[in-house]
Structure formats: structure tokens, C-alpha cells
């Protein structure tokens, strides 16, 4: 049961200190209390099958909507394993309440299973107020977190990562390959108690750009946007091609611009991603256009060469199935696809779980945001004897003909500033 929520609410402070589940971007997003339903998928199937469900889902549940918004009525938020062969699940979760935020609309929907439960009380009233909220709780413990190998060289994470990078640019000279992304991870560990809505909310007030998401212990700011499928228009928002920012010297930031738009090695990285998601994209849809060149998009820790695009959905899918056709693009696999994904197996030394593969939202109509899960952090279980859980982030970077191991090493600490500024202390 959905209704529109009287007054404005700050949606960050109601959702769980120690399981947030949040998807955020300016004055757009929703936040999720509690857990209805969870559904888990694993495999090369995994984005099918979880489609599947959430169709037969959606067709059997009751939803009484009067708001009519994209994430209005039943929603699930999302996080998919970037592998198939991936030992981490892929979950869907359909919050018990959700809270959401369209500029100056607000709404809050509740999901209870009517075999068993009451109908809400509130179910004949027209709107909610703050005050039926679940009750939104201060700011609490943040110990924060120092991530570990972050650039020391002689560092055992940072050799295997610099062995991988001149081995995928051995086999690109030798032809094998055109590109092929490679990562790499930096551990923490955070204290019991900890109240994961304040990096949470340093990312959502220093990424405006940027989806910044948490489901299921998997936090962070990304920018480029997988597929969003709302009312038959679709968009996507590919990026590859990088540079640092050097906020405290203009003339500097600019050439760091510059030099992006014009390095022919940047243009040809990113042209692969477009490819992808154009090739990926195309069956599915009609009216496929792109901006005309790639531009320069400007976060607070990076420059990326950006193309956005724009179709009609063609057919009946849901963003899920789109999702399913679309990853991995070459801005986080490489091309071709497939030997791409097989030298990111044998060159990286972990399973990325969930990093670089999928997360968003997906309502009962199939509409859906799902951004291409970067800049983050995966949370583990807590330890039974003490509650401090391991907290792994990756980052990483398209390596083509000419990229510089060095380089390379100094894009990834780049763009793992979003994450370990927004758990430090
Ligand atoms: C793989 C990552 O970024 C991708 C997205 C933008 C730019 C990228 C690059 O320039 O290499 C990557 O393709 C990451 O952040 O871990």
C-alpha cells in the first residue's frame, strides 16, 4: 500500500544504522526499513532468473498505488555478483516500508503479506504524516575505517595488481585481446555498532552525480548508470576514460581535462564501452541515440569521458531483463566479452563479488535504475565473538594498447577516494 507522505522527511535517518538499504542521488531516492522478502540467485542466470521471480512477483501481489510514480507501489532493491561463477549471492529485498522522495513528492509504501498479516490500520486514510513513520533515530557510533594497502607498492595486493596489468598488456600486444579492465581490492574492518549512515550520507552530499546506493552491505557512489527503464524511455550513462582531479590547481585540473578529451588512448577505451552497450542494447529497443562526442564528466576525485544514451523500450521487458542483456559492458569486463571475462579470472586474484556488477531498484511495472556497481565497499558478516565485520572496496581500470602499469596503480587510488574518504574517521 502506497501513499503520499504529508510534509517532507529526510529519508537517510529512518533506514537501519546497521543495515541501511538506500538509493540516492540530489532530491530523488528511497530509503527501506525492515525486510519483507529476499530472494537469491547465483550463476550465469542469476539476472534471468531474478527477472523471472520478480515478474511472477509482481503479477500475483495486491498494490494499491494512487501515487503512479516510477518506485512507487511494490519495490525491490537490487545487488547482482559481477561474475557467474561468483561464490557471492545476488539478492533482491523487498523492504517492509519504503520511503521515498520525487523533488517535492514524497510517498511511503508498505509491503505486508495479507495470507498472514492485517490489512495496515492506515489503509483507508488518503495520505500518511511523518509522524506514522517508523521513527527516524540521530546519527550514531562512526568509528570509521583505514583501508590497508591503499599505495604502498611493495604491498602484496598492489605487485599482484601491477603483475595483472602487464600481463593483459602483453596479451592485448599480442592481439589476444583489445581491452581488458582489471581491479583490485583494499581491506578494513569495522567495529560493532557502527552506524553505516554516515558514509552513507558523505557520499549522498559529495557525489550529487552519482547513484549512492547501500543493499545488503554493498555501499557506495556510483556514477555511470547501467540502464534506466522508466515508462518505455530508457537511458544509460557509459563511462571509461580517466583522469584525477587537482582541485587545488586550476591550470592543472584543466590540462587533466584536456588531456582526456584529447588522448586518442582514452578516446579508443571508451569507444569500447560504447560499443557494448549500444550492440547489448539495440535488439531491445528502438530509437537508440547517443550524445554526439564523448564529454568530460566531473566528479570530485575524477574526470571520465562520459557518452549518454537514450532509446524507446522496444519490447515488454523489465529493466531487469535489460540489465541481463546489457552486463558486462566493456567499461567493467573489456572486449571481446567473453575472453575478456576469462583473463579477469585468471589475472585477478579474488572473486569480485559484487563490485562492477549490478545494483538498483526494480518496481511491480519493471521500471528500474540500475547503476554498475563502482566506488564502493562490500561489508561481511560480523565476527560472533566480537561484531566487527571485514569491509573489502575495489576499483579499477580499462587497460588497452599503451596503458602504463603506474598509471594505472595511481587511477585506481583515484577512484578509491569516494569510499575511503567516506568511511574515514
Ligand atoms: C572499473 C572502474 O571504472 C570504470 C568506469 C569508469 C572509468 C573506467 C576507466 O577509465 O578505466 C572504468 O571503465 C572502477 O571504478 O573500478
Known amino acids: 500500500m502506497t501513499r503520499p ?6 529519508l537517510l ?18 530509503v527501506g526499513i ?9 550463476g550465469p542466470t542469476r539476472f534471468r532468473d531474478a527477472a523471472e521471480a520478480w515478474r511472477l512477483i509482481s503479477e500475483a501481489a495486491t ?10 507501489g511494490l519495490v525491490a532493491f537490487g545487488a547482482f555478483a559481477f561474475a557467474s561463477s561468483s561464490a557471492t549471492a545476488s539478492t533482491l529485498i523487498v523492504p517492509s516500508t519504503i520511503v521515498a522522495r520525487h523533488r517535492d513528492l514524497w510517498w511511503v509504501t508498505r509491503v505486508t503479506d495479507l495470507s498472514t ?31 590497508a594497502d591503499l599505495r604502498e607498492q611493495a604491498a602484496p595486493s598492489v605487485s599482484a595488481y601491477l603483475a595483472g596489468v602487464r600481463e593483459a598488456d602483453d596479451r592485448i600486444a599480442r592481439g589476444e585481446l ?9 581491506r578494513g574492518s569495522l567495529d560493532a555498532d557502527a552506524d553505516l549512515r554516515t558514509p552513507i550520507g558523505r557520499l549522498a552530499d559529495r557525489y550529487l552525480d552519482c547513484w549512492t546506493y547501500a543493499v545488503d552491505g554493498l555501499i557506495g557512489a556510483s556514477p555511470e548508470t547501467l540502464v534506466r527503464s522508466t515508462g518505455g524511455s530508457v537511458s544509460a550513462r557509459v563511462l571509461a576514460g580517466t583522469r584525477g582531479r587537482h582541485p587545488e590547481d586550476a591550470a592543472h585540473d584543466a590540462r587533466a581535462r584536456t588531456d582526456l578529451l584529447t588522448s586518442s588512448k582514452e578516446q579508443h577505451e571508451h569507444s569500447f564501452a560504447v560499443q557494448s552497450v549500444v550492440t547489448a542494447l539495440a535488439p531491445h529497443v528502438t530509437s537508440l541515440r547517443t550524445s554526439e562526442e564523448p564529454f568530460a564528466l566531473e566528479l570530485p576525485n575524477v574526470w571520465h569521458l562520459a557518452t549518454d544514451l537514450g532509446a524507446n523500450l522496444g519490447e515488454a521487458g523489465s529493466s531487469l531483463s535489460l540489465v541481463d542483456a546489457l552486463h558486462p559492458t566493456a567499461a567493467v569486463a573489456g572486449t571481446p566479452t567473453a575472453g575478456a571475462i576469462a583473463a579477469i579470472d585468471a589475472l585477478e586474484p579474488f572473486d569480485r563479488g559484487r563490485y562492477s556488477g549490478a545494483v538498483g531498484w526494480i518496481d511491480q511495472a519493471g521500471d528500474g535504475e540500475w547503476a554498475i556497481a563502482l566506488r564502493c565497499a562490500q561489508l561481511g ?9 571485514e569491509i573489502i572496496a575495489s576499483a579499477g581500470g580499462g587497460i588497452v594498447a599503451g596503458s602504463d602499469p603506474a598509471g594505472e596503480l595511481r587511477e585506481t587510488v583515484s577512484k578509491f577516494r569516494p569510499v575511503t574518504e567516506a568511511f574515514a574517521r
Do not use: C, N, Y
Request: charged share 20%; net charge negative.
Open 381 to 389: 558478516e560480523a565476527d560472533p565473538a566480537t561484531g566487527t565485520r
Open 34 to 42: 525492515g525486510e519483507a522478502l529476499r530472494l537469491t540467485f547465483h
Open 5 to 10: 507522505l504529508a510534509g517532507g522527511v529526510d
Open 63 to 72: 498494490v494499491d498505488d494512487p501515487v503512479h510514480m516510477p518506485g512507487s
Open 13 to 30: 535517518p529512518l533506514t537501519d544504522p546497521a543495515a541501511p538499504l538506500a538509493w540516492l542521488r540530489g532530491d530523488r531516492g528511497a
Open 117 to 147: 498479516d492485517q490489512h495496515p490500520a492506515d489503509s483507508a486514510a488518503d495520505h500518511v504524516s511523518a509522524a506514522d513513520l517508523p521513527q527516524a533515530t540521530a546519527a550514531g557510533f562512526w568509528p570509521g575505517v583505514a583501508f
Open 178 to 186: 583489445e581491452k581488458i579492465v582489471i581491479a583490485r581490492q583494499v
